[in-house]
């Protein structure tokens, strides 16, 4: 990492809390805070015993020069990622106007993230990345999963929309949320395990369908439902799948982690587990498909199964 | 068949038995149910195999030579050795297409 000295930008301190950290941004600016309020302002909290206790300490740094990797280093599949290096007893991310490390000595973790220009952290490609890939980790560690997905709300009741780029999300969560849906994210989200099932979790995180934001914060969190595996196709189709196949389409739709070995069998036990305890049908349905015919067909499947 | 040509295939047969296989280090998996979930972590892929496959991988987690693993399939599947030799070659061909196994000699 090339952070010659760690210099902080500034001597303030903010709170996040999401759904699977909390986490304490150290070094920020005044200027670096407001920027910060546009896309996180629901997910700042106060500090108090708990937040002490179990927060993540993450200190912002300035960087002398951007990050030399290329364009190849930082992309997966046609889009861009973040380089995840395993250190020792941590991980480091190197992006391209950013670097990070995330370190667990013992079983508290230490972050740091560092940027050339004092406005990028709050651009969404450097902070968005960043809390992106130590959530998904974070979850893990709890035993909950980062999904690709949308995620929509129903009578209180998480739908979990999983599908690979282009298969729907961003339209399926335009069309709900026009009828009332209340929409957790249309790109990714934070299922986490509580009792017998898993709740879905309000994120900050989003695709194209941008922030509505009227969610509470990152402890706002409804009973899965089920998990709906999406796929563009004409006519509205529905259909049980079979546990191997819910479980390799889930890990594939695992962002940030499914490609690190060292977190695959708590991946794996995740997705397992998620499977285990909660419904997974396919669901196909056209661009034109009305969202009261699509939920209702999922809702017949989903009771079916 | 002339004498030469037979040797060099009984040669190149010797050869191939001779050769371990195995997963390659890149790839984990997992049995669900009957069927295995492989996920290869260089390239993201993840796979579904059947019983017979997920009982493959599980042998493949070792290196192992193609006899040995033709046997063992024999025995846990009660089928013929000349049924599965075939299987067993298309199954391993489609496992290398796969980049899930590695061979050694």
Same mark, same amino acid.
């Given at each position: 990492?090339? =952070?010659?000295?760690? %210099? *902080?930008? +500034? @001597?303030?301190?903010?709170?996040?809390?999401?759904?699977? =950290?909390?986490?304490?941004?150290? +070094?920020?600016?005044?200027?670096? $805070? /407001?920027?910060?309020?546009?896309?996180?302002? %629901?997910?700042?909290?106060? #500090?108090? #015993? $708990?937040?002490?206790?179990?927060?993540?300490?993450?200190?912002?740094?300035?960087?002398?020069?951007? #990050?030399?990797?290329?364009?190849?280093? =930082?992309?997966?599949?046609? &889009?861009?990622? *973040? %380089?995840?290096? %395993?250190? +020792?007893?941590? $991980?480091?991310?190197?992006?391209?106007?950013? &670097?990070?490390?995330? $370190? @667990? #000595?013992? @079983? /508290?973790?230490?972050? @740091?993230?560092?940027? =050339?220009?004092?406005?990028?952290?709050?651009?969404?490609?450097?902070?968005?990345n960043f809390l992106r890939i130590l959530t998904a980790h974070q979850a893990l560690s709890l035993k909950g999963l980062v999904l690709h997905s949308a995620g929509l709300v129903y009578d209180d009741l998480a739908f979990i929309f999983s599908g690979r780029s282009n298969a729907g999300k961003t339209t399926l969560t335009r069309k709900a949320y026009q009828h009332g849906a209340r929409v957790l994210s249309d790109d990714i989200n934070v299922l986490l395990p509580e009792g017998e099932g898993y709740r879905a979790y309000a994120v900050p995180f989003t695709g194209e369908f941008g922030r509505t934001l009227e969610h509470q914060g990152g402890q706002e969190s409804y009973p899965v439902a089920g998990i709906i595996l999406l796929e563009q196709g004409d006519g509205i189709r529905t259909e049980k799948v079979k546990n191997s196949d819910a479980v390799a389409a889930l890990l594939a739709g695992c962002p940030f982690v499914n490609t690190v070995a060292e977190e695959s069998a708590s991946l794996f036990e995740a997705v397992i587990n998620l499977v285990a305890h909660h419904s997974v049908i396919r669901l196909v349905s056209g661009r034109d498909d009305r969202i009261d015919e699509i939920m209702a067909a999922v809702k017949k499947e989903l009771q079916a199964v | 068949m002339s004498p030469v040509s037979h040797n060099r295939k009984k040669d190149m047969e010797t050869l191939l038995d001779a050769e371990q296989i195995r997963l390659t280090s890149q790839v984990r998996f997992r049995a669900v149910g009957e069927e295995g979930v492989l996920v290869h972590l260089e390239n993201g892929r993840v796979i579904v195999v059947n019983e017979v496959g997920l009982f493959l991988v599980q042998q493949l987690a070792s290196p192992v030579t193609r006899p040995e693993l033709a046997r063992a399939v024999t025995r846990e599947f009660a089928v013929s050795a000349d049924r599965v030799q075939a299987d067993l070659q298309l199954y391993l061909e489609e496992l290398d297409r796969e980049q899930v196994i590695e061979y050694s000699t």
């Amino acid at each position: 990492m090339s =952070v010659s000295a760690e %210099r *902080p930008w +500034g @001597s303030h301190s903010l709170l996040l809390s999401l759904p699977a =950290v909390i986490i304490k941004l150290n +070094g920020l600016t005044k200027a670096q $805070i /407001h920027s910060l309020q546009g896309n996180y302002q %629901r997910f700042f909290c106060e #500090p108090s #015993p $708990i937040t002490d206790e179990y927060c993540i300490e993450c200190n912002v740094y300035q960087l002398d020069r951007e #990050p030399c990797i290329s364009h190849k280093e =930082v992309s997966w599949k046609g &889009q861009y990622a *973040p %380089r995840q290096v %395993r250190l +020792g007893n941590g $991980i480091e991310l190197t992006g391209i106007n950013f &670097q990070a490390k995330i $370190i @667990s #000595p013992c @079983s /508290h973790k230490f972050s @740091s993230i560092s940027v =050339v220009n004092e406005q990028d952290i709050a651009k969404t490609s450097v902070i968005e990345n960043f809390l992106r890939i130590l959530t998904a980790h974070q979850a893990l560690s709890l035993k909950g999963l980062v999904l690709h997905s949308a995620g929509l709300v129903y009578d209180d009741l998480a739908f979990i929309f999983s599908g690979r780029s282009n298969a729907g999300k961003t339209t399926l969560t335009r069309k709900a949320y026009q009828h009332g849906a209340r929409v957790l994210s249309d790109d990714i989200n934070v299922l986490l395990p509580e009792g017998e099932g898993y709740r879905a979790y309000a994120v900050p995180f989003t695709g194209e369908f941008g922030r509505t934001l009227e969610h509470q914060g990152g402890q706002e969190s409804y009973p899965v439902a089920g998990i709906i595996l999406l796929e563009q196709g004409d006519g509205i189709r529905t259909e049980k799948v079979k546990n191997s196949d819910a479980v390799a389409a889930l890990l594939a739709g695992c962002p940030f982690v499914n490609t690190v070995a060292e977190e695959s069998a708590s991946l794996f036990e995740a997705v397992i587990n998620l499977v285990a305890h909660h419904s997974v049908i396919r669901l196909v349905s056209g661009r034109d498909d009305r969202i009261d015919e699509i939920m209702a067909a999922v809702k017949k499947e989903l009771q079916a199964v | 068949m002339s004498p030469v040509s037979h040797n060099r295939k009984k040669d190149m047969e010797t050869l191939l038995d001779a050769e371990q296989i195995r997963l390659t280090s890149q790839v984990r998996f997992r049995a669900v149910g009957e069927e295995g979930v492989l996920v290869h972590l260089e390239n993201g892929r993840v796979i579904v195999v059947n019983e017979v496959g997920l009982f493959l991988v599980q042998q493949l987690a070792s290196p192992v030579t193609r006899p040995e693993l033709a046997r063992a399939v024999t025995r846990e599947f009660a089928v013929s050795a000349d049924r599965v030799q075939a299987d067993l070659q298309l199954y391993l061909e489609e496992l290398d297409r796969e980049q899930v196994i590695e061979y050694s000699t």
